[in-house]
């Protein structure tokens, strides 16, 4: 067997397969500006539509008057919401169970909402009609508290009746959306009530949006001659995306085709079903031709999907030697005009309820309230799992809140506190059961790899220079253990409008060895056309390079719920492996027929099947699939194909150990990251070069949460944040280097143990910049202040504190 | 974001220019890099019938220093100030300023010209000209005119010169002493929460003269003759320093705006001109 | 609507004559007129440089500058810089390193960097990020792109060295 070693190796190498650093294979477009996005797409006599827009955040519309618009050369039509009614198009259902105008009927309810669609020959007429437009407004008071909001005589959502309950139970105020409770109120309570030490906090995480570089748009084709509906359009779940034209048009399933094309970038932005979709398709329709609808980026800031702006007011129970023994929390959640959220049906907090984090507490409590105000709808995930960011900021946040009420140092109560690894699988106190972990090893390795005892040392030195006026920086130490749950989901708890969230996986074997797989996920950047073809190279022996995968297109995709929450690996990567041993159990009787053995006397080894004890004697896939065409093989029918549709049996649980070294100029508000170290364990790693990738990525989108980024609006709900010179993205310049590491905890459920990882690092990143900020002021007295911790906020901070003398 | 349409005119040589901005009046503006004024077209909150383009008027380009005197033509881009060496040795002041001026490819694009004639408060060149006492040159149909920076600016994009004039250079006398501008924004591309320009010339250890501008703190950009008054026979020390920036405080006007409310903006705003001052008398 | 106005542009080495208004984008030219889609739009303010290309020898952002502003001038696009058989050191640069993700920024990305290089042959890692810095990623967090700028520099440079 010894002499055989080499050959193996070179064998499994030539794979590229699990835990390979693969070279991305959708480089080669994109590198020579061959990528294919939606604003690409040119149809033959195609249109352009684009919206008027409203400046009011809360307006009655008097009257919308079109004509000088229609007058103008190449303006081919107008729509409002009275040409959608007839249609019952101009009101459609959200994700959430609520329904949004497409276009304003009769009141506008955010700054940026669509009031009108003009179709033009080009972008250029249709902008200058976009002007010719003249809309009446009757201006209303405006909400942007979502606590002022549920006090507020001033009825927002006219269209519901008062009193009835919504889609998540009873309304208990005309502006009140829902009222959701997870956990043992009284229990926790009590626990509260009789505890040692309790630490009370509000935690604000704000509004932000996922402003992916590419806006969303679309190309809606309605061919009449064959009566079939094409949309190209930037979504994250094309599959969702048809289910829902067919309903909402009466256009049959299968007239309908559905394009993702590449995506430039999602974060949850593409989640969303937006008017501009519904008004292309219709426009299309009526006009005959192909309309296109792209958004510019304003309209992309103040109009589609925003994320966060959860207050979370929490309490957290401990022994004085710092044992936690409960966790309440309550959260007044803005949903903005309309509750757009994208959660699955049964849980309109997303899964915020994983706000015990990594931790082993007896007893919690979630209650969330959800609000309408006068600010776009929305309550997308921004890259992380339904609400699951917002869940780790709190808990991370509370837990360093703890420590000072304490006197402790917040990585020895993280320590004591944490799930242990034979706790696995455990069940938490709000109804979630992780699958795997092994959190004192990586706090343990993290703590180690930054020499964290060192830090502190120098961070007690540096305090000591700044009391005796020597310098005006602080070092501040973000410290953060999360633990996300992502992979939605098992179909019997998650469904989105209805349709359970499994995915897919379809993989055709060609005669002569190569493969086509195609899944119900569409890659945003994730590079799963790389990916993919490794878990299939070594589920099925053949190479990753001679795999295309595809996704995004409903005419050839098998069925799938689409790209985001971590989903793709949890669960279509599941589907690829499973799809994957269908392949392998028929290869192998093939093998077996071919070796003239019995099926049983065959094993798979890399690429081939060979005799038991005999490797010499073996066929390799490309020789198996040969035969499956072209061989009559007895009992076996011809062909070599599988599908897959799976069905997780549980979500993944990733978890990771994040430290921040933070300098922080106490005069100018000012901050530097000294450094930042990152340690993921997403279970089995498939692309360790795509994983760090995505690790750089998320931080950086959590920097700039964390230190700047906001959808703000005025009390006359204004948006301030509407161009990317207000809207905070951090450049190459602002952006630090990233340490990364790994620990591997394989998912006991999942067929390769992998978990996902896209998200991790956002959900992680943002308590750890944001605790390294706190830290720092630590020593002064703060307790917590909210984000984004732009300079003028940690300014004030420290102002506060009476820092500045 | 789509502009309103335009007619475009480019002119070969000055009085052709002239003679555009004469014949369109009020619907004629003059455009070089156009990264301020773009933006406002595609906002479509700058309408503008007549767009006249400087780029083809040799007589706008080019860096001169003669001597002391130090002449750029309108149409010198930010790219070209900070690339020329004579520049940095003479003034290093403006590469100083000029690299932190948006980002590299709006710098290639970005003139001095159109940073002092545009009147944006945020723009950094016209404090940095008023801190180096430049003129800035104008010609119009009566001829050509030469303005004070220090008087040139009279509100936000509101300045001494007519509709009917074009800015064709300025120019200035290379700055002895130390020289600092800092600045504090929120990334690249911002523009500045508080920003300082700072001269300073000593003799032994007594500041001789000193200069200092601030910028985005006013309507305006405040050059601080009291500032500069309070380092002056001063040996730069704590006390003068402090004086100073009480001097500043007292000239500055900011509104809060996404960088911060105004107390932020004063405070901030103290502390840039006392690293400024320290960075410029530590060269001096 | 004005006057449509002729309007020349050399673009990767092809001269186009073309009628267009005024008030044209250039990047609305490249791509809708020209189809050269590689350079892409994404903030339309001038702050994310993914419609970054090169005129005569300066990196611009081409939501920014109109049609009739770069009458005459020669534009180079991601399109013009390599070709499937020999791709620019940058191109291959990117793709070793994993310098792009969703592949939106990544024309802007390259060509800016092109131009970084032939001014500056041998930056340190900080000047790559300060020269880069014009052009917004959101998915990479920069670390890998630094990377495949200083890879594909010292590339450059070797088969320089190599030629001479």
Known sequence: MNDLTPDRDDRTAKLKGIGCARKRVEDARFTQGKGNYVDDIKLPGMLFGDFVRSPYAHARVKSIDTSAALA????????????????????????????????????????????????????YVAADAVELVAVEYEELPVLTNPFEAMQSDIVLREDLTPGTDGAHGPRRHHNHIFLWEEGDRTATEQVIASADVVAEEMVYYHRTHPCPLETCGCVASMDKVNGKLTVYGTFQAPHVVRTVASLLSGIEERNIRIVSPDIGGGFGNKVGVYPGYVCSIVASIVTGVPVKWVEDR???????????????????????????????????????????????????????????????????????????????????????SFRVTEAAYFIERMIEVLAIELNMDAAELRRINFIRADQFPYHSALGWEYDSGDYHTAWDKALKAVDYAGLRREQAERLAAFKRGETRKLIGIGLTHFTEIVGAGPVKNCDILGMGMFDSCEIRIHPTGSAIARLGTISQGQGHATTFAQILASEIGIPADSITIEEGDTDTAPYGLGTYGSRSTPVAGAATAMAGRKIRAKAQMIAAYLLEVHDDDVEFDIDRFTVKGAPERFKTMAEIAYAAYNQAIPGIEPGLEAVSYYDPPNMTYPFGAYICVMEIDVDTGETQIRQFYALDDCGTRINPMVIEGQVHGGLTEALAIAMGQEIAYDEMGNMKTATLMDFFMPTAWETPHYTTDHTETPSPHHPIGAKGVGESPNVGGVPAFSNAVHDALRPFGLRHTHMPHDHWRIWKAAHDLGLHG | ???????????????????LLQQHGDEARVIAGGHSLIPMMKLRMAEVPHLIDLQAIDAL?????????????????????????????????????ALQIADPQVRYMGTIGGNVANGDPGNDMPGLMQCLDATFHVTGPGGERAIPARSFYESAYMTAREEDEILTAVSFDAPTGGQAYEKQKRKIGDYATAAAAVILTRSGATCTHAS???????????????????????????????????????????AGDNRGPVEFKRHTAGIILARAIARAWSRA | MTQK?????TVNGTRHEILAEPRELLIHVLRERLNITGPHIGCETSHCGACTVTMGNRSVKSCTVFAAQADGAEITTIEGLGTPDALHPLQEAFREHHGLQCGFCTPGMITRAAQLLRENPNPTEEEVRFGMSGNLCRCTGYQNIVKAVLAAAATINSAKEAAQ
């Open chain 1, 72 to 123: 103008l050369d190449g303006v081919v039509a107008v729509l409002t919401a009275r040409d959608l009614e007839p249609l019952g198009l101009h009101w459609m259902p959200t994700l959430a169970g609520d329904k949004q105008m497409v276009l304003a009927d009769g009141k506008v309810l955010f700054q940026g909402q669509e009031v009108a669609f003009v179709v033009a020959r080009d972008r």
């Open chain 1, 298 to 384: 304003m309209d992309n800031l103040m109009a589609t999907a925003f994320a966060r702006d959860y207050w979370m007011k929490g309490r957290i129970a401990a022994t004085k030697e710092g044992r936690i023994t409960g966790l309440w929390c309550h959260v007044t959640a803005d949903h903005g005009a309309f509750d757009a959220c994208a959660d699955p049906t049964r849980f309109p907090a997303g899964f915020f309820h994983i706000c015990t984090g990594s931790y082993d507490i007896p007893v919690a409590y979630v209650g969330v309230d959800g609000v309408y105000t006068n600010k776009a709808p929305g309550g997308v995930a921004y890259r992380c």
């Open chain 2, 1 to 19: 974001m789509i502009p309103a349409a335009f007619e475009y005119h480019r002119p070969g040589d000055l009085p052709s220019a002239l003679a």
């Open chain 2, 61 to 97: 380009r080019g860096i001169r220093i003669d001597g002391t005197r130090i002449t750029l033509g309108a149409m010198v881009t930010q790219h070209e100030l900070i690339a020329h060496e004579g520049l940095a040795r003479v003034a290093p002041i403006l590469r100083e300023a």
């Open chain 2, 212 to 254: 200092i501008a601030m910028t985005n703190l006013s309507d305006v950009p405040v050059w601080s003759e009291a500032a500069g008054a309070a380092l002056t026979g001063t040996p730069c020390d704590e006390a003068a320093m402090l004086n100073a920036i009480a001097a500043m405080l007292a000239d500055i006007d900011p």
């Open chain 3, 5 to 9: 106005m002729q309007i020349t542009l």
